[in-house]
């Protein structure tokens, strides 16, 4: 593997659509990156020796928690969960959702606000009817984005 490259992929893997699993998997073997899939329930291993799974306690951010105690600047965050993302980006690290979406310093700040917006909303009383289905759409933008990250870190 490139020194360049990241050291590793963390992906928030309860809510981790399982076709984006599957593309990292492929990746991990591919480029040979060690893929760390953290969840509170049991994940059976993937036959990749670079994809490990991580299991920790039940609970509110305990997974979320594990993965910033344990992400290094330059590793790979997968995750859909903004609050992970912000402290992720604020780490040195890159975070990516399962549908493409890059949060970055100059981006998370507003994805924080609108997201908070809407849970307020939400506990008000507003139905605001939650993300669309994940799709196909979703799935290309998440590959040809992760295609890039790796891409860009394989050229430092």
Same mark, same amino acid.
């Given at each position: 593997? /490139?020194?360049?490259? +990241? !050291?590793?992929?963390?992906? *928030?893997?309860?809510?981790? %659509?399982? $076709?984006?699993?599957? =593309?990292?998997?492929?990746?991990? *073997?591919?480029?040979?990156?060690?893929?760390?899939? $953290?969840? /509170?329930?049991? =994940?059976?291993? %993937? %036959?990749?020796?670079?994809?490990?799974? #991580?299991?920790? *306690?039940?609970?509110?951010?305990?997974?979320?928690? !594990?993965?910033?105690?344990?992400?290094? %600047?330059? *590793? =790979?965050?997968?995750?859909?969960?903004?609050? #992970? +993302? +912000?402290?992720? $980006?604020?780490? /040195?690290?890159? +975070? #990516?959702?399962?549908?493409?979406?890059?949060?970055?310093?100059?981006?998370?700040?507003?994805?924080?606000?609108?997201?908070?917006?809407?849970?307020?909303?939400?506990?008000?009383?507003?139905?605001?009817?939650?993300?669309?289905?994940?799709?196909?759409?979703?799935?290309?933008?998440?590959?040809?984005?992760?295609?890039?990250? #790796?891409?860009?870190?394989?050229?430092?």
């Amino acid at each position: 593997m /490139n020194k360049a490259l +990241a !050291e590793k992929i963390w992906v *928030d893997a309860d809510a981790c %659509p399982i $076709v984006i699993k599957d =593309i990292l998997i492929r990746v991990a *073997d591919r480029i040979q990156i060690n893929v760390i899939l $953290v969840a /509170n329930q049991y =994940i059976q291993k %993937p %036959p990749s020796q670079f994809v490990s799974c #991580l299991q920790v *306690d039940q609970g509110f951010d305990v997974a979320d928690n !594990e993965i910033v105690s344990r992400v290094s %600047p330059g *590793d =790979i965050v997968i995750t859909s969960d903004i609050p #992970l +993302a +912000a402290e992720v $980006v604020e780490k /040195n690290a890159t +975070a #990516l959702s399962p549908r493409g979406e890059l949060h970055t310093r100059h981006n998370i700040k507003a994805r924080l606000n609108m997201r908070d917006f809407m849970d307020t909303m939400r506990g008000s009383g507003v139905q605001s009817g939650g993300p669309p289905p994940f799709s196909h759409k979703d799935r290309q933008a998440f590959a040809n984005h992760l295609d890039r990250i #790796l891409a860009k870190l394989s050229d430092k």
